[in-house]
C-alpha cells in the first residue's frame, strides 16, 4: 500500500517528484488575521506566512482552560484566541495574547470543533449538544 504525503512549501505542494501549484486566489470572507481558522487558511495548508525554522520558540504562558482541549485555536487581527474546552468544561475560551482569560462561552456540550472567524469578527463554532453557534 503507497500512501503520499504532500510537503507544502509556500505556495506550492510537492507530491513526490511532481509539482503541483496551489490556488493562491484571497480567502474571501475570513478575519484579516494571523490564523483566522483550524489549518490556517481556506486551503488548510496549515502554513504561517512569518515561518521560521530551528528551535527559535520558548513557552511566553499557558493557561488552564478547566478540561483537555480537542480544538485548535483561531486568533483575531487583535491577538485573541479563541479555543474549545473539553468534556467537563464545555466553552468556548477568549484569551488575551498575554494568556489571561477574557472571557468564555458556556455551552451544552463540549467544543470539540474549531472556531473561525469571519471578517466581520463573528466567531462560529459547533459544540457537542448538536448546535452550531455564533458569537458576537
Known amino acids: 500500500m503507497l500512501f503520499l504525503?504532500?510537503?507544502t512549501v509556500g505556495n506550492n505542494l510537492i507530491f513526490t517528484n511532481n509539482l503541483?501549484?496551489?490556488?493562491?486566489?484571497?480567502?474571501?470572507?475570513?478575519?484579516?488575521?494571523?490564523?483566522p481558522m483550524f489549518s490556517h487558511d481556506a486551503r488548510h495548508t496549515g502554513c504561517s506566512p512569518n515561518g521560521k525554522s530551528g528551535t527559535w520558540w520558548k513557552e511566553k504562558w499557558n493557561i488552564y482552560i478547566g478540561s483537555r482541549c480537542?480544538?485548535?485555536?483561531a486568533i483575531d487581527n487583535n491577538g485573541t484566541i479563541y479555543v474549545g474546552g473539553g468534556v467537563q468544561d464545555k466553552c468556548l475560551h477568549?484569551?488575551?495574547?498575554?494568556?489571561?482569560?477574557?472571557w468564555s462561552f458556556k455551552t451544552?456540550?463540549?467544543?470539540?470543533?474549531?472556531p473561525a472567524i469571519?471578517?466581520?469578527?463573528?466567531?462560529?463554532?459547533?459544540?457537542?449538544?448538536?448546535?452550531?453557534?455564533a458569537v458576537a
Open 70 to 73: 480537542h480544538s485548535s485555536p
Open 5 to 7: 504525503f504532500p510537503i
Open 94 to 102: 477568549a484569551i488575551y495574547p498575554n494568556g489571561t482569560m477574557k
Open 20 to 35: 503541483i501549484q496551489q490556488n493562491t486566489t484571497s480567502d474571501d470572507g475570513l478575519m484579516d488575521s494571523a490564523w
Open 108 to 114: 451544552g456540550g463540549h467544543v470539540q470543533s474549531s
Open 118 to 133: 469571519s471578517d466581520n469578527g463573528v466567531i462560529y463554532f459547533g459544540s457537542n449538544d448538536g448546535k452550531e453557534y
